[in-house]
């Protein structure tokens, strides 16, 4: 049997493929309670936290997903672009940086995605 924390992180993917945000958060909550670490669930609740218009709140997920897991490349790129739309361009080309020692072509593709 699978632990909680992974149940409740299955919950909030189906509830976020059927389009219910709000379930989805409350899912991944639920698997960040029971596992305050689990990088899975805090990069997918930063993702409805983005899609919900609260770019703040998904920032501190992805910072903790980063500090947890420094090479996670797709938490470093949605962290610059949640940086570039917030204004913060400065941390936004810090993750480029970053992203520049993981993973090169994502670093270019992360440049070219910021509007000029």
Same mark, same amino acid.
């Given at each position: 049997?699978?632990? +909680?924390?992974?149940?409740y992180l299955s919950?909030?993917? =189906? *509830?976020?493929?059927l #389009?219910?945000l709000? *379930?989805?958060?409350? =899912? @991944?909550q639920?698997? &960040?309670?029971?596992k305050p670490? !689990?990088?899975y669930?805090?990069?997918?609740?930063a993702v409805?936290d983005?899609?919900? *218009?609260?770019? +703040?709140?998904? &920032?501190? /997920? $992805?910072r903790?997903?980063?500090? /947890?897991?420094?090479k996670?490349? !797709?938490a470093?790129?949605a962290l #610059?672009?949640l940086? !570039?739309?917030t #204004?913060e361009k400065? #941390?936004a080309m810090? +993750? @480029?940086?970053?992203?520049?020692?993981?993973?090169p072509k994502l670093?270019? *593709?992360f $440049?070219?995605?910021?509007p000029k």
């Open positions: 049997m699978k632990p +909680q924390h992974v149940l919950l909030g993917a =189906a *509830d976020e493929k #389009g219910k709000e *379930d989805a958060a409350k =899912a @991944y639920e698997s &960040i309670r029971i670490t !689990f990088t669930a805090l990069y997918n609740l409805i983005s899609k919900q *218009d609260r770019p +703040q709140e998904a &920032i501190e /997920l $992805l903790k997903v980063v500090e /947890l897991e420094p996670n490349i !797709f470093q790129h #610059g672009m940086y !570039f739309r #204004g400065t #941390g810090q +993750q @480029y940086y970053i992203l520049q020692t993981l993973n670093a270019e *593709d $440049l070219r995605s910021i």
